[in-house]
């Protein structure tokens, strides 16, 4: 995933952008970077954040990051933002989302007259790069974002500082989120609504699918209307969201409650405990306990003084470990209980079959899983939600292959039904794989009702293959 944040303000942003990118951590876990333009022209600081949080790294580049326009993010894998000088005047780039046709458009971009790419470690063209490449093949950097909206497949929300301003632009179908906020002599861009709340802004508006717009410190001009289609990612709101983060209206902590209401009026399992696997599975479980009257409890605690954030390495075999080493056990709530726990997904089920076995080991008696979200069936091609190489890392596609062999768009459908028997069995087989004494998904139907808002504003691919 990763977040963008930009100011424009009529006196220095430094403060303001190192705050608000900080506020975007939840949402990446390799590289953040910060850009300015100022009396001495464009600067810039990327770091490696790996294994020390956002501010550790860039607290001691404050001083040199000056200016009264600045645009940064948080990113999950390349570096950015980069600093560009090309035929349309210099400006820097940062971009979230993701670029399935990587290979058609660098044939563009060379046939166009495009010359070369830097190549990043592996081989792969940083996307950033690549879509400031397609936004220099057009005469302005409005047509050039329009082009990157048309070209992309996948999505692209980005934020492109000039001296003079910041353009900020949403993905085409609203994939990813985009929020204005304003306060006296400022405005900003920000991925997350509440990232400049604690900066004195207030929410001047979301933008809507495609739209684009100019920011200066005294204003916003629109230059690209929203599209009527949208297609945000639904698992903003299961895994993805911060607690007090709000798309299209609807905060996510309130949804996650109103999600584990939902599980707990269909489920009929009479646990001693309602627990949340930390952080996200939290709130979903205080809503299923609210609904069901079954205590909440915390039965493991993440260790937070030195797991502060999701430092997640990608090899899986260190994935599974450091998962593992941040959760301590609460034996007194553990032992001998029946205990109901509620994640926002199963993805390989690897974290969470070592969860319940390390429950088991440390004395429950029962251990029923509720996944706040339906089985994921298919692989994101939109957000890099999971860093998975293949389908078959999904534990369904592995679970369904055994049962079937071949594996068609007719017979995933129907193990998407949670009314067939396919589905019930392929439950069943999950269970047993990952020693679960029961398993239980979200209905897809009940996940959008939690949500609450328009049913073909929501993308929900990766549960049922629908674009």
Not at 178 to 188: D, N, R, T
């Amino acid at each position: 995933m990763g977040g963008i944040f930009g100011v424009a303000s009529k006196d220095t942003c430094t403060m303001d952008l190192f705050f608000g990118v900080d506020y975007h951590s939840h949402l990446g876990t390799r590289r953040g970077g910060m850009a300015v333009y100022g009396e001495d022209g464009f600067n810039r600081s990327i770091h490696n954040i790996e294994n020390s949080p956002f501010r550790t790294k860039f607290d001691r580049d404050l001083d040199e990051l000056k200016g009264n326009l600045g645009i940064g993010c948080i990113s999950d894998n390349e570096p950015q933002p980069l600093l560009v000088q090309s035929h349309l005047g210099s400006f820097a780039i940062t971009t979230v989302g993701k670029i399935n046709n990587m290979e058609e458009l660098v044939d563009i971009s060379y046939k166009n007259g495009c010359t070369h790419f830097l190549e990043m470690s592996g081989g792969n063209i940083n996307p950033t790069e690549m879509v400031a490449s397609l936004i220099n093949q057009k005469s302005s950097i409005l047509e050039g974002i329009q082009y990157v909206q048309q070209m992309i497949d996948g999505s692209m929300t980005l934020l492109i500082m000039t001296p003079q301003g910041i353009y900020a632009a949403r993905d085409r179908l609203g994939r990813t989120p985009l929020v204005i906020g304003q306060k006296e002599g400022s405005f900003c861009a920000s991925f997350e609504s509440f990232a400049f709340v604690n900066l004195g802004y207030h929410t001047y508006r979301e933008l809507g699918p495609a739209e684009i717009v100019y920011l200066t410190p005294e204003g916003v001009e629109v230059l690209q209307q929203p599209g009527d289609k949208m297609k945000i990612c639904s698992f903003l709101w299961v895994y993805y969201g911060y607690p007090t983060a709000t798309y299209e209206g609807v905060n996510v902590e309130q949804m996650r409650y109103k999600c584990g209401d939902i599980l707990a009026q269909r489920d009929d399992a009479h646990p001693d405990l309602v627990a949340g696997v930390p952080d996200s599975g939290t709130a979903h479980a205080v809503g299923y306990a609210n609904r069901s009257g079954i205590p909440f409890a915390r039965p493991f605690i993440k260790y937070t003084p030195t797991w502060p954030r999701s430092f997640m390495p990608t090899n899986q075999s260190q994935r599974n470990l450091i998962a593992r080493m941040k959760l301590l056990p609460v034996h007194e709530l553990i032992q001998d209980k029946s205990l109901l726990l509620i994640d926002d997904s199963i993805v390989r089920g690897t974290q969470l079959r070592e969860t319940t076995e390390f429950l088991y080991d440390s004395g429950a008696k029962e251990v029923h899983i509720r996944p706040a979200c339906p089985p994921l069936m298919y692989g994101c091609k939109y957000l890099n939600f999971s860093r998975s190489k293949s389908e078959m890392d999904l534990i369904t596609r592995r679970v369904i292959q055994k049962r079937e062999g071949e594996i068609s768009d007719k017979i995933l459908e129907d193990y998407s039904n949670p009314d067939s028997g396919n589905y019930k069995e392929m439950l069943d087989d999950i269970g047993k794989e990952l020693k679960f004494t029961s398993l239980r998904y979200h209905r897809l139907d009940d996940m959008i009702s939690s949500i609450g808002i328009s049913p073909c504003k929501l993308c929900t691919y990766c549960w049922n293959g629908k674009e």
